[in-house]
């Protein structure tokens, strides 16, 4: 090639990153071999995006060559511009050193007159006589310098993801890009927060959303095939792109949905929005509160869950980390009393004695739950823990219970079944809202099975009776007056 069509070739290819890749970089396919790297539209879209915007979190499908085509674009960056610094993080050492790998084949197979001398070549570094260099490297690795593009692969799987993001992003504060790409892996992580926020433009990512069907040679006949095959949760998970109901999600894809779909916003707001509640009380009908306290210092919450056993429904929520146990007791006896005198179920752990104590003997609150050997509260351990959790998935899923709340529903997303099979809340998360939801579901069943009157719920309600001594806190009229009173002498 002459010269002049060299020089007008590099002009070319350092203006326009779609240009050098589409035109000199070629990659390995897994049948045709060295194929030339022809981009797809929505791959082309990933290219400009990214370019043009500082930070960019992509959310892409199984086998959509976004990370090869960040292989690319790492290779345009250190050969057209100086002194850059791209540093790729992937999940371990074999992930960060494949993409390096993959970035000097890229190179090798470039025409001579548009490789710069290669400084240093290992398997995680490649330097070039612009100055400019690939790092890879596995997150937590050393994370001093300052970075001028910043990519993550995989960033919803990677351990630690968090402090890893914490100590990394104050080098990107003199001008670098940042790219975070990855499938999805439920919402318990870093990467469905920094999406989250991108979306509701509480942060400055750009966000790329790709869709399998942008795919030429993904058809709907290739996805009846492939989706029995992997199961409907893994390709969620893989092809749909969706957090919900993905990663290791206690609680079935389904539920989640249902439970996702029916939040309402529409509550009032108490005590610096520590209560919330939705549906006032309802004469007659019977309710359940349901506590979980915290010494209230910050870490833990108390949080309390007030279901009405009619029809199942969350009508109350309190979640606080700042309030005190006396603080906390009293707003239990409080709203119980406004909800009928609501039985009052309290965790029977450490701090959960000193609640029911405070509830007994100081406020004089009298309806507490008792277990059937009629020691008050429940007392959660690694004996009943998974039953009391299996009335919990039980009740959502048949949507005999209903939560309003939508604090509630974000620690059901990141409640999780460990690597240990151990049910709990994912690294970083709380699941006091759950937990004490669980042990309402499963104190209310009781409370509904065990009482000498029949308690009225929907599946019951031609043959309870209305308990006369539960009435809400409006003035009864003549005739209720009336009825309640011969109630009484009746039974008396």
């Known amino acids: 090639m002459q010269k002049e069509r060299i020089l007008e070739e590099l002009e070319k290819c350092s203006k326009d990153p779609i240009y050098f890749i589409t035109n000199y970089v070629k990659i390995v396919h897994p049948i045709r071999g060295i194929v030339p790297f022809s981009l797809y539209n929505f791959q082309k879209r990933i290219v400009t995006e990214i370019d043009g915007n500082r930070f960019n979190i992509i959310k892409k499908f199984r086998q959509a060559g976004v990370t090869t085509i ?122 469905y927060e920094l999406y989250n926020g991108a979306v509701k433009k509480q942060n400055t990512f750009n966000v790329i959303d790709i869709h399998w069907k942008e795919h030429p040679e993904y058809t709907e006949e290739w996805a009846e095939e492939m989706r029995p095959a992997l199961g409907e949760r893994m390709w969620r998970q893989e092809y749909e792109c969706a957090f919900l109901g993905t990663g290791e999600n206690f609680l079935d894809t389904h539920t989640l949905t249902v439970l996702n779909d029916n939040i309402n916003k529409d509550y009032v707001s ?62 239990i006896k409080d709203e119980a009393t406004k909800y009928n005198t609501a039985y009052v179920v309290v965790e029977r752990n450490n701090l959960g004695i000193a609640l029911i104590q405070e509830l007994w003997d100081n406020l004089e609150y009298d309806n507490l739950w008792a277990d059937e050997k009629n020691d008050i509260g429940i007392l959660v351990n690694a004996k009943n823990r998974e039953i009391i959790l299996s009335h919990l998935e039980e009740g959502l899923r048949t ?55 029949a308690i009225e719920t929907i599946d019951n309600k031609d043959k309870a009776e209305h308990n006369p001594i539960f009435l809400t806190d409006r003035k009864a009229t003549a005739k209720e007056k009336l009825k309640e009173y011969m109630t009484w002498l009746m039974n008396d």
């Open 270 to 331: 108490m005590t610096s929005d520590h209560l919330r509640i939705w549906k006032p009380p309802e004469q007659y009908h019977t309710y359940v509160l349901c506590a979980d306290p915290s010494f209230g210092r910050g870490r833990d919450h108390s949080a309390f869950h007030i279901l009405n056993l009619y029809n199942g429904e969350q009508v109350a929520e309190f979640y606080s980390n700042k309030t005190s146990i006396k603080d906390f007791a009293k707003i």
């Open 399 to 453: 949507t005999k219970f209903r939560v309003n709340s939508e604090r509630t529903l974000m620690e059901l997303n990141t409640f999780i079944i460990s690597d240990s099979g151990k049910i709990e809340a994912d690294d970083g998360y709380n699941d006091d809202l759950v937990m004490s939801l669980a042990m309402g579901i499963f104190a209310a069943k009781e409370i509904i099975n065990t009482s000498p009157v």
């Open 70 to 191: 960040m292989c690319a674009y790492s290779l345009w960056k250190i050969i057209f511009e100086q002194n850059k610094l791209v540093m790729v993080v992937s999940i371990g050492d074999r992930e960060s050193t494949t993409f390096l790998t993959r970035v000097v084949g890229m190179y090798d197979d470039l025409p001579s007159w548009m490789q710069p001398k290669v400084k240093e070549k290992n398997k995680h570094n490649l330097i070039l006589s612009t100055g400019s260099r690939v790092r890879s490297q596995p997150a937590g690795a050393g994370r001093s310098e300052a970075v001028s593009l910043l990519i993550v692969d995989e960033a919803a799987f990677i351990d630690r993801m968090r402090e890893f993001w914490a100590a990394v992003y104050p080098t990107l504060s003199t001008g670098g890009d940042a790219v975070l790409l990855s499938t999805v892996n439920g919402m318990s992580n870093l990467y």
